[in-house]
């Protein structure tokens, strides 16, 4: 079907033939002075405009538009876009079509996500096999694991010079086609790091404290942040192998960044960053596309104050972005609709693995996904029981996770009780995901 019938059949309104297009477009170039080319299944305008001097515009000054009618071009587009601004680069993707367009601004996202990666491998190696296959390297990030820091944690950040380098890399390294070590690794786009605005930045007076061994306590953290000045750390909240230390005044807070890091605690390298200011409610929701309930937020004590703040590094991407392999600026819901069945209606056997994240609306789904597509075994649930003061038999679940590759064992528990199986189940896996 040709394009002007496609646009009919889609009621996208009126019928350009092709010549009228092509005398619209050069109109349009020889009005502006930009020129256009068409490569790799899109057409591009501009890139450098005419009498552009210096480098291109900085990231974060192009956005995404979606949803364009498909019998809509340049010559109609240029001119909307341009009340907003002068126009460096327009791009159109040749397939699009509907009716109300959406814009967002576009992630230039240069790092990589790389998983199940051998656990013996240092950052040098990973670094140097990165270099041979893939080109605009930049940086390999590389984090101990919590209980042995001789060794990674299974997965490491590739930083590229550019997002083309990265999306040329991407490809590249799809699983089956490139095996490092003689592993089948896991590719996708790392969550990019959360953007806060300077003035909020200012006021931040906690610090972010990460590579801890798991047996260093909140006590001997406290202490050794007190050091440099006595009495200046209001509390401590440690994680597994990382803790948030919360100060009484701001400019102890940069001082003991400075001061603490690269030092060392119980013979764990540290690294100290601020933190970085986060709405606990809505990322928490937007880590499980808003599935999990007001309930299950409070026992979690996700209500309680103590801890607004967000690791600024040191976690692979959230499981809605890095799994998905989607980059909208948060996820989407999931649609919790019911269909027909009508007759013949062909029915395909599937794997839940080989579905996007979204699909999932449980912490339990989530949790046996992730172990999936990192190579671990499935997660076990052993269940407990108490029994409270007025007689209620309390329920937690004790999750492990093992590792196929070297046959490590983790195991995570909530501090929290509940009265229903389900909800028990349900804590725990959210636990995990929480501290993997």
Not at 54 to 77: A, H, Q, S, T
Not at 105 to 116: E, H, P, Q, T
Not at 286 to 307: A, T, V
Request: a neutral charge; charged letters at 25%; proline letters at 6%.
């Amino acid at each position: 079907m040709h394009e002007e019938n496609k646009a009919a059949a889609n009621g996208c309104g009126k019928i350009r033939s092709g010549a009228q297009n092509g005398a619209a477009l050069l109109a349009l170039m020889e009005k502006t002075g930009y020129s256009m080319v068409q490569q790799n299944g899109q057409r591009k305008f501009g890139g450098p405009p005419p009498g552009w001097e210096g480098p291109p515009p900085p990231r974060g000054c192009e956005v995404f538009v979606g949803k364009i009618p498909r019998d809509m071009y340049e010559d109609e587009l240029v001119p909307v876009f341009e009340r907003a601004g002068k126009i460096y680069e327009l791009r159109l993707m040749m397939e699009f079509s509907g009716k109300f367009i959406g814009v967002c601004v576009s992630l230039d996202n240069c790092r990589l996500f790389i998983g199940a990666i051998p656990k013996d491998k240092k950052k040098e190696e990973i670094l140097n096999e990165m270099k041979k296959v893939t080109e605009g390297v930049v940086d390999v990030i590389v984090y101990p694991n919590a209980t042995d820091k001789t060794k990674n944690r299974g997965f490491a950040f590739v930083e590229y010079e550019s997002h083309r380098a990265a999306a040329m890399a991407r490809r590249r390294l799809i699983p089956g086609t490139f095996q490092p070590w003689g592993h089948t690794i896991q590719v996708d786009w790392a969550d990019p790091e959360k953007v806060v605005d300077e003035e909020t930045m200012q006021r931040v007076k906690v610090l972010y404290v990460r590579n801890l061994m798991i047996s260093t306590t909140e006590d001997k953290i406290k202490a050794e942040f007190n050091k440099f000045k006595p009495g200046v750390v209001e509390r401590v909240k440690k994680l597994r192998d990382y803790a948030f230390v919360h100060f009484f005044h701001r400019e102890d807070a940069v001082a003991a960044m400075s001061i603490m890091n690269g030092k060392c605690i119980d013979g764990a390298s540290i690294e100290v960053t601020l933190a970085k200011p986060v709405n606990k409610e809505s990322s928490w929701k937007q880590h499980f596309n808003g599935q999990i309930s007001p309930s299950s937020e409070n026992l979690l004590g996700f209500s309680n104050k103590e801890d607004g703040t967000q690791k600024s590094l040191g976690k692979p991407a959230s499981l809605s972005v890095r799994l998905n392999g989607q980059h909208s600026p948060s996820p989407p819901e999931v649609e919790r609709s019911t269909y027909p069945i009508f007759p013949g209606i062909k029915l395909t056997p599937i794997s839940m693995y080989s579905l996007k994240l979204s699909h999932f609306s449980s912490a339990v789904m989530h949790l046996d996904y992730f172990c999936h597509k990192n190579s671990w075994a499935p997660p076990e649930y052993c269940l407990y029981s108490t029994t409270s003061q007025d007689g209620k038999i309390l329920l937690v679940y004790k999750v492990l996770i093992s590792s196929i590759a070297d046959d490590s064992q983790s195991y995570f528990m909530p501090e929290k009780l509940c009265t229903t199986v389900e909800d028990a189940k349900e804590l725990a896996a959210q636990f995990t995901l929480l501290h993997l």
